[in-house]
């Protein structure tokens, strides 16, 4: 049996001789065109930025370099589809463009997705697991990074042998996917909402949760420490561990914003594409389910924005974008250090090298004040 999907909307059922609701049109057309137009500009603009200091890459920055990657793949391959597709009515080009534009609009949302999710792995092993996480190279390409584009790419397949270019009335063309009603939509919305929304947000939470209990009791452990170790103020040195401390504990907030706002944007697109396999009786024509449909694509948007808030200066980034001569911005968010510091520990009792620090910072005081007290002209 052949069924009509509209664009890049998995399972919207749409019957080739219904007609169509140009009022309703018009608003699909405003919004993918808003959206298109904000997606590229921020996430081509953010990709600049971090291209420009591609040379002093952090681990959080590769992995949001290539999250904008996805979501100009997003931007490009499914909102752009979609907004021709709307503006035609059908799907003009041959079987093989068809192909490929319904393969590679779920190439992005299965990047956008597991970019997310190796992202907060990462964070997990940053903060749960320290040790390893130095003794990574800061590398464009990493693990997780290849294992994020390689699951896009292959579960991605699918789409390239379910859609086709099928005739829906004599002399008509149109994109559509074969399916054996009734349960073959029913297996494939299910199975695509399983492995690009419910298995990656259920990773995300578990990781998210083990991420706070390791920050609560890391922070209660640090603060008991340094108050046991130094009854006095310790020198510049021992403050910035703090301050790199603070650093990697936003990067995690950031992360979880973002998972947050993935949540909030993509919920609804699933849930309404849920009902519709489903429910027999489900409103599909309505406008209120095309609607929620496209604006799952604004998590496109909502994630460079997020990126930029959390690093700071967001006015002086856009003019950066402008100059390419603009001298480097000095970044809020401080690079991770690559050699193991004393803010996070990972037991009660603090790494030897952490113990000879502290010790040499006492030493180093009180040869300041006997030097001082001597009045010696290098002081």
């Not at 789409?159 to 005739?167: G, L, T």
């Amino acid at each position: 049996t052949n069924i009509s999907l509209s664009a890049w909307r998995l399972n919207l059922f749409i019957s080739g001789n219904d007609p169509r609701d140009e009022r309703l049109a018009k608003v699909e057309i405003t919004i993918l065109s808003i959206i298109f137009i904000t997606a590229g500009i921020l996430n081509f603009g953010l990709l600049l930025v971090l291209w420009r200091r591609r040379k002093q890459l952090s681990r959080m920055r590769v992995f949001v370099f290539h999250l904008c990657v996805a979501d100009l793949v997003v931007t490009f391959f499914q909102v752009c589809p979609q907004l021709m597709w709307d503006i035609t009515d059908r799907f003009v080009g041959p079987d093989l463009l068809c192909r490929a534009v319904k393969y590679l609009q779920v190439v992005g949302m299965f990047a956008s997705t597991y970019m997310i999710v190796v992202m907060t792995i990462d964070r997990y092993q940053a903060i749960c697991n320290p040790m390893v996480t130095f003794q990574r190279r800061r590398a464009r390409w990493n693990g997780p990074v290849c294992a994020a584009w390689c699951v896009s790419l292959i579960g991605s397949l699918p789409q390239a042998f379910i859609f086709s270019q099928v005739e829906v009335a004599p002399g008509v063309y149109d994109c559509w996917a074969q399916f054996i009603t009734p349960w073959g939509p029913r297996a494939y919305v299910t199975w695509t909402t399983l492995v690009i929304f419910v298995l990656p947000i259920l990773t995300v939470i578990v990781c998210q949760v083990r991420i706070y209990r390791a920050v609560h009791v890391n922070f209660q452990v640090k603060t008991k420490q340094i108050g046991e170790a130094v009854s006095k103020p310790l020198s510049s040195r021992a403050s910035s561990l703090a301050g790199v401390s603070k650093a990697r504990v936003k990067t995690v907030k950031m992360t979880v914003v973002i998972v947050l706002a993935y949540i909030i944007c993509w919920t609804p697109f699933f849930t309404v594409q849920l009902w519709s396999v489903w429910d027999v009786e489900a409103p599909t024509h309505t406008a209120t389910f095309t609607i929620l449909m496209l604006l799952a694509s604004l998590n496109s948007c909502v994630n460079p924005c997020i990126y930029l808030l959390f690093s700071g200066k967001l006015p002086k980034r856009l003019v950066a974008l402008m100059c390419a001569d603009q001298p480097d911005l000095k970044e809020s968010m401080q690079e991770e250090t690559t050699t193991p510091q004393c803010h996070f520990v990972t037991s009660v009792q603090p790494p030897q090298h952490c113990v000879k620090n502290i010790a040499l910072l006492r030493e180093r005081r009180h040869g300041s004040s006997a030097s001082a007290s001597s009045g010696s002209p290098l002081q």
